[in-house]
Each structure stands twice: as structure tokens, then as C-alpha cells.
């Protein structure tokens, strides 16, 4: 033991100096070294160090198509020294099989040159086997996950879609998958950052969680999807996503194969990236027919009544749904044709979303009101659907049958029966009620005497004038206030900031008992946050720890109450990606903490 402590400081002496002046970084990885022709791989070139990369990359890949896939920048925090990362993408299509390379890449940052490592690349014929490290883990059940190219670690995070090759408006189900063997323990901090979604309508689905086994190994899945939908065509990229979280480790420097071995404590900080997916988006066919409104995906429609007993005046609804799969909310509604001898009004809609993480689908109802205006025999006519199924390239066009309508006599109101149709439809007899004519007053003759005193005799009138210079004058004030609260606008955000906390505080207290434990730490940041940025006068968006706590110890905040800030601030960022949820108990002490704080806060600020 003595040795092993003995060693381990030798470590961190020669290790720190090193540490602290370290030069920027630049390697190359791929998302995988054996594929076949027919398919693509990405390359990420990835510069660590600097917050930012005047040039780009110089790529000479004679062997490979080369296609730009965007640029993303991202920052860790390891035990307390701030780094950034830079990654330029790029996606590779191999032009031949065989053995192929990804030879040395240069980037000039700072002045000084860097050159990566190569990378070779094996390059099979397409006869159907998979390729290494881009095929799905062994599956439980129906479930799936993508092993990374690097091989397995204790935690990782994946990111995919179903398809890269889509059409504008079809679903594209982008799955974000964080795995971790079952005897990590996390510390106090968890950060998930989601993917650059750009281009894309984003509808995220429910959160799922799991369990698979890979190559013999068990892992807790995490699985975060979102169902996003192209709203132009061209080349898009889906972003990293990220995590940055502390994972409690025992690190043995004598165990070389120790993914997590670490000279530096228990808690090291883990900052997880996804690769960004490029994907292709190709243009609706011209040949769209008359009544298409933009709808893709896979859809039927019915349309039904809801009363059997129809009179003349009496109305009823007419109700229409469509169901399936696709960007239900954006429906619109189904062509409907003239309606003879009924009278239409407004159309109300309202949509059923289901959300169970594998697709987005549902129903969209239009109901419709109509009013009978004749009796007989009368029909709704067939109302059409367009939209684009992605699965057959072509446009599809969804029908109702017609709906025979037996309507007894009755009466109209005054409106209906001045706006009644004059005919049936035809060779259908007109039944019902007609206005033919109207009475005339006649006028009448002689002097006319008012039968009250006049308006601008009465002392109301006089009343009434009063008011608009008192409007005037409460509006001159109204304006002065304002105009205060412009120029002292740091003054009146400190003055209603512990009220505007406490407002908080009581919305949190009523989600104590929900299951939804990131709306509920959220809400205490909210407070705690919101009281902060109001007395500080800075933006609650933008609230960086660092700058608050400079600001608390200025103020002569004790460092006891700063650190209860800090607690609150990375109990709610860990309870946005926790992979449990939390007691009632715990919920009530973090309750009492929030306001004790605020109390604290309170007299010294």
C-alpha cells in the first residue's frame, strides 16, 4: 500500500505541469474501419485546447468522395479547468475496396502546424454481410443499440436515425442513447445537451429506459427520441448531442486496461459527444395534384355523423378524422364539396398525439357544424385527402363514401330562413319552409315629440364628460411609472425579487408529487436563479456560476450559503438526466433549502 501511495504522488508531481501548459490537440476518428462500398463513414477531425479554429482542415483523400458535414464546438469542465473541443465533420464515400487510408490531416492552429494520426479502412464488396462497428448490438426484445466504432467503454452515448435519405415533411426518428454498465455510480452533476436541429420541425418523444446486453455485458440504456421533419430540401446535419457528468470511481494505477483511471480523486468528470449525422433531403415531386397541403407520411380518413334523428333547423356535426403516421398536428383540413340544402359553419379541430417513442402518430377530427334548411333526402358528399407516401414515391388521395341524410320537417330561425337555399338537389323535392313575403310599417305622420328629457340634459351626461381628462391624468401617471421604471429598471427588479421567488417556490411546491422530476428541480432553479439574476441585475438565460459567485463573495455572501447555491444549481441540472427519480422526502428537503437560502440571500443582498 505504501508503494502503491508512493507511486501514485510521483504520478500527479510530473503529470501536473504538464497539465497546466498543455498544447492544443488534434486527432482524426471515424465512425467505423470496416464498411462496404456502397456505404459512407464519418470523419471527425477534433481540436482540444482552444475555444476557437481560425482555418479548417487540409483534406487530400484521394480514395474517398469527401462532403462537408458541419462544424460543432463544445466545452468540459474536468476537475475545475475549463476545455473546449472543436470538431470539424465530414462524410466519406469510399470510391474502390480494398485497403484503403485516411492519410495524415493538417490544420494550422495558434501559428504552429498539427498533423494526425492515418487511419486505415478496409473496404469490402456490397454482398450484404455488415459492416464492423456499424451494425446493432444484440438485441432484448425488440430493442436496439449502436455499438460505437471505438469499441465498448462503462458509459457511452450513441446517436441514430432511421433513415438519412428522406423527403421534405417526411418523419425522421432521431434516437439519443446514453449506456452505462450497472455498477457506475454517478456523482452530483449531469448536463445534457441537445442536438442542433436546424432545419427540422422537432417534436420529442417519451423517454424510454431499459436494459440490453452487448457482447455479454449488461448496460442500463437511456434512450431519448425525437421525431424531427424536414421543412426544405438540401443537406442538412443533426448535431452532437452531449452529456457532462461526474462518475465515482476507485482508479488503480496499476491496471492499465482501467477505462477510468485517474490520478486526481473519486469523482471524475465524463463529457460524452454523439457524432452528427449528415442527411440528404430531396424535393416533393412536381406532379403534386390540386388539393395537396403539404401532408407526408402513411394516413387514412373516415368521416361519420352524430345524431340519427335530423330535423330542419336542428343542427349536427359532421365529423371527419384522419389517423396515422406523420407530423399530425400540421394536417389540414379535408376537402369537403358544396353541401346542397344544408347550411355550414365552423370548422373545430383538435388532435391525439401519441408519443411512445417509436414514431409520432395519432388522429387529427375536424367536426363540423351543419344545419338542415330542407327535408327529404339529402347526402354529404365524398370528401378527399391528399398526401405524399414516402414508402410508394408517390401521392396518395384518401376518400369518404357519401352519406345518405333523411331530414324531417321542422323550423328555421329568422337567420336561417333568410339565407334557406331555393332548391333541392337534383330531382329532389324542396319541403321545407320559405319566406314568400314580408309586412310593410306604414309611416306614420305629424309632429314628433321626444318620449324622454335629452341625453345632454341628464346629469349622467355631464358625469360621462368627466371622464376623459381623468383618463387622461391616469394615463399621464401610468406613463411616469414607466418611464421610472426604465431608467431605475435595476432598482424595480430588486424590489420584486424575492416576491417573483416566491411565486416560484409555491409553483414547485405543487409538483412535489408529479413524476416529473426535472419540472420540479426546474422550478426550484427557476426561483433560485430568477432571485439571483433580479438582484445581481444580470440575464437569468445566461446565469454563469462562476460570475454569481464572484459577485456573492462581493457582497460578502458567506461561503456556506454560496455552496447551498451551487447544491441547488447541480441537483436540478442531475435531475435532467437522471436515470431515477426521486423521493417525496427529497423533494420536501430541497423545498426547505430553496427557501432557506432565499431567506439568507435576502438580508445579505
Known sequence: MIKRFSLLSSAVLIALPCLLKADPTVSARVSATD????????????????????????????????????????????????????????????????????PSITLNVGGKTYNTQPIAINVRPDNGVPATGAAPAEPNGTRQVQVPAEGLKPVFMTATVDSDKVYVGQQVLVKIQFLKRPEVRFGSQARYSEPDLTGFLVEPLKKQEFTTTINGARYDVTEIPYAVFPTSDGEFVIGSAGIELAVHTEPDPFDPNSFFQSFFGRNEIAHLTTRAIPVRVRA??????????????????????????????????????????????????????????????????????????????????????????????????????????????????ESTPEIPLVVKPGKLNQADQETQTQAAPPGQPLTGVRVMEKDIRFIKTGKVHPLTRPLYEKPIFLLFNLFPPLFAFVAFLSRRQSLLKIERAEEFRSRGALKNARKAIAGARKLVKTADATAFYGAIHAAVAGYLADKLALSASGLMWDEVDQRLALKQVTPKTRQEIRDIFDLADMARFATSSFSDESRETALENAERVLNQLNGAL
Open 284 to 397: 416533393l415531386p412536381a406532379s403534386k395534384p390540386a388539393n395537396f397541403s403539404g401532408a407526408v407520411g402513411r394516413f387514412k380518413m373516415s368521416a361519420k355523423i352524430d345524431s340519427d334523428q335530423l330535423e330542419v333547423g336542428k343542427p349536427f356535426n359532421l365529423i371527419i378524422t384522419v389517423e396515422g403516421v406523420g407530423n399530425i398536428k400540421t394536417i389540414k383540413e379535408p376537402v369537403l364539396p358544396e353541401l346542397h340544402g344544408l347550411r355550414r359553419y365552423e370548422t373545430i379541430s383538435s388532435s391525439k398525439i401519441s408519443e411512445d417513442g417509436k414514431f409520432l402518430s395519432g388522429s387529427k377530427e375536424f367536426k363540423i357544424l351543419l344545419i338542415p334548411q330542407v327535408s327529404g333526402q339529402l347526402s354529404i358528399p365524398s370528401a378527399a385527402f391528399v398526401y405524399f407516401n414516402p414508402a410508394k414515391n408517390d401521392y396518395v388521395i
Open 35 to 102: 464498411l462496404t462500398v456502397n456505404n459512407q463513414i464519418t470523419l471527425s477531425i477534433e481540436v482540444s485546447g482552444v475555444n476557437n479554429v481560425n482555418g479548417t482542415p487540409n483534406l487530400t483523400l484521394p480514395d474517398f468522395d469527401t462532403q462537408p458535414a458541419g462544424q460543432t464546438s463544445s466545452y468540459q469542465w474536468i476537475n475545475g479547468q475549463t476545455s473546449a473541443l472543436v470538431t470539424f465533420n465530414y462524410v466519406l464515400t469510399p470510391k474502390k475496396t480494398g485497403s484503403l487510408q485516411v
